[in-house]
């Protein structure tokens, strides 16, 4: 029995985030050779670019295409409708072997997996070393499929559409008997008939022994995740919906992904070989048929494992050919996923996507039916970000805040182990006589929300050092810089403590070189109840942090008094607030610097 994944993910306004969203990406120019279908690499500093026509032209790093293809099979190739040289993957072994496969679709118009291999010239193919490892039939010119990629396993996996005509009218896809619809698995090192002994379907006469999934439409473009050896597949959709399958690494196989049964996560014809829904295994993500935060055509793609740009870590990220829009798709943390849609129009990406690739060191590119290729890259937007606020000083660890606040402070700010893990390692040489404390601040997307699951993700974080006078600032006084700030997002901003209390900024924030929020006066207001402001004459529930009954400790009771006895207020001065033994003005100094909200902690917004 499979397990079904997830429900409808439609619009990313819909999702309860509660990971960090990605950072914002730009496609940078790389090279371009007309009807581009795929790009990938071989071990080395390569990019072979694969032509519908039947071309392998060969990239250096910096775009410079080789004049001579790497292998040339136009003469070999049907190139009507989808057609074409579909799929090119490099044999794991490629350094030793020389092996490279192909997926195309013959004079004929029929699937074709065969094998090359290199010639003594590194940059030229062996034309005639062609040896076929599997052909079958294609009913109609379109729902080719035609990806195919080396798993972590060692063996082929061969991407199948379900052989073209609107809504499968031949139910192929759940045809047991037809390598149509579906995902094949071959083992490309031992001989015909090609199929490994632990596929699923092995020894079982119903279904053929070459099948590894069922029940897709036409998967363009499969991919493993190079860190965790998951398996990635985009498949077009019919009339509405487009989705995105996902097969972890530990999988034996045998998912049966839906289709004609159902188009994502909805009913579209029961009427064939259709099991029990609780037997089929359903979208990670799926996006409407719209141009806003959809499409009409999903073209997949690949989970980031380069380096350059760590923001973008374990984010998979997709295409539609058809609006320009770029998915980003990664886990929440939870065991689930969050989607971000990166929308065509904001940030003028190109239309007709037709495939992702990776180069050696892990970074994407992605290539266009025009033939541009671009890769992706991302934007160092900084901002100057000057925020101010009250807020209080260190806790003790049973929640209580201390008086005493200089030698409670840290030389190396506090946030690395949970509830934050924060992966900064600002330091101190020596503590500031105007420090309040250590605190983090976050940019942050969405909407927030009081109740419930937390609606606002994390973009980028910093830790910073809150001054006597509200502002907070880096290490080094200035003020922080947040290098992915998107213009084209509004941000609020988040203001945390290591004592679990946090202020929300009320109001949002546009991208910009400089962005400024003050907590502390009109009209920039914190978000929700207790809201954290300079109180004077407003009376906010704020705690004032003197020893006032003198326990030792700043605690709720200290408030609890001050609160019943409204006179303590002209009195402060004769508290002994910091317990020096000495009522002063160091007594005054510190009932203001101590200002902290009342209610529950880390409200999750």
């Not at 790093?61 to 090119?88: A, K, V, W, Y």
């Not at 972890?248 to 188009?263: H, I, K, L, Q, T």
Request: aromatic residues 12%; glycine residues 10%; contains cysteine.
């Amino acid at each position: 029995m499979k397990k079904i994944l997830l429900l409808l993910i439609t619009f990313i306004a819909t999702l309860n985030l509660t990971a960090q969203n990605p950072p914002p990406i730009t496609l940078e120019y790389f090279c371009n050779y007309s009807l581009a279908l795929g790009i990938e690499n071989a071990g080395d500093s390569r990019l072979f670019i694969v032509a519908k026509t039947g071309e392998i032209l060969i990239a250096d790093t910096n775009g410079n295409l080789n004049s001579t293809p790497f292998l040339d099979m136009g003469s070999q190739i049907s190139t009507t409708s989808e057609r074409g040289l579909l799929g090119l993957a490099f044999h794991p072994d490629y350094a030793s072997n020389g092996y490279f496969y192909v997926n195309y679709t013959n004079t004929s118009g029929n699937t074709v997996v065969s094998r090359y291999s290199v010639s003594s010239n590194p940059d030229i193919a062996d034309a005639t070393s062609e040896q076929i490892l599997l052909t079958f039939n294609q009913p109609v010119s379109n729902h080719n499929g035609g990806d195919i990629a080396f798993g972590p396993d060692g063996y082929l996996y061969v991407a199948s559409g379900d052989g073209g005509g609107s809504g499968d009218p031949g139910d192929r896809a759940q045809d047991p008997q037809l390598l149509l619809g579906k995902i094949l698995r071959l083992d490309v090192d031992n001989g015909a008939p090609y199929i490994p002994t632990s596929n699923p379907f092995v020894g079982d006469a119903s279904t053929l022994d070459e099948i590894w999934a069922t029940g897709l439409r036409n998967p363009w473009r499969i991919s493993f995740d190079q860190l965790t050896g998951d398996l990635w597949i985009a498949d077009v959709g019919q009339n509405a919906i487009e989705e995105l399958n996902f097969q972890p690494a530990n999988s034996s196989g045998g998912e049966n992904y839906g289709w004609r049964c159902y188009e994502g996560n909805s009913l579209f014809n029961t009427s064939g070989n259709c099991p029990s829904m609780n037997d089929l295994t359903f979208p990670v993500f799926e996006y409407a048929h719209n141009t806003t935060t959809g499409g009409q055509s999903i073209t997949g793609g690949f989970v980031y494992r380069g380096s350059a740009y760590p923001d973008l870590q374990g984010y998979y990220l997709c295409a539609d050919y058809s609006s320009g829009n770029i998915f980003a798709i990664g886990p929440d943390g939870n065991g689930g996923w969050i989607s971000h849609v990166y929308d065509d129009q904001a940030y003028n990406y190109p239309n007709h996507a037709t495939s992702f690739g990776q180069d050696v060191n892990g970074e994407l590119y992605m290539a266009t039916i025009e033939g541009d290729v671009y890769k992706v890259t991302v934007p160092s937007q900084s901002a100057s970000v000057d925020i101010k606020v009250l807020l209080e000083g260190p806790y003790l660890s049973g929640g209580q805040m201390q008086a005493t606040l200089g030698n409670l402070i840290p030389t190396a700010q506090p946030y690395n182990a949970a509830p934050y893990n924060y992966q900064g390692t600002e330091t101190l040489s020596s503590i500031p006589t105007d420090m309040v404390d250590w605190v983090l601040v976050e940019a942050r997307v969405g909407t927030p929300n009081l109740s419930g699951s937390r609606a606002t993700a994390t973009t980028e974080t910093h830790a910073g050092i809150l001054l006597a006078d509200g502002s907070i600032v880096d290490v080094n006084g200035n003020s922080l810089t947040f290098n992915f700030i998107d213009t084209n997002d509004d941000y609020h901003f988040c203001v945390r403590h290591r004592n679990h209390l946090d202020v929300l900024s009320a109001n949002e924030v546009q991208g910009a070189a400089t962005m400024t929020y003050d907590f502390r006066f009109y009209p920039f207001q914190a978000f929700g109840t207790n809201q954290l402001k300079w109180d004077d004459a407003i009376n906010y529930a704020l705690m004032h942090g003197g020893d006032f009954n003198q326990t030792g400790d700043i605690q709720i009771t200290d408030y609890d008094l001050w609160r019943a006895t409204p006179a303590i207020i002209d009195t402060y001065m004769t508290i002994d607030g910091n317990l020096d033994g000495v009522v002063q003005v160091t007594d005054s100094d510190l009932w203001f610097l101590n200002k902290a909200k009342l209610g529950v902690v880390e409200i999750q917004y």
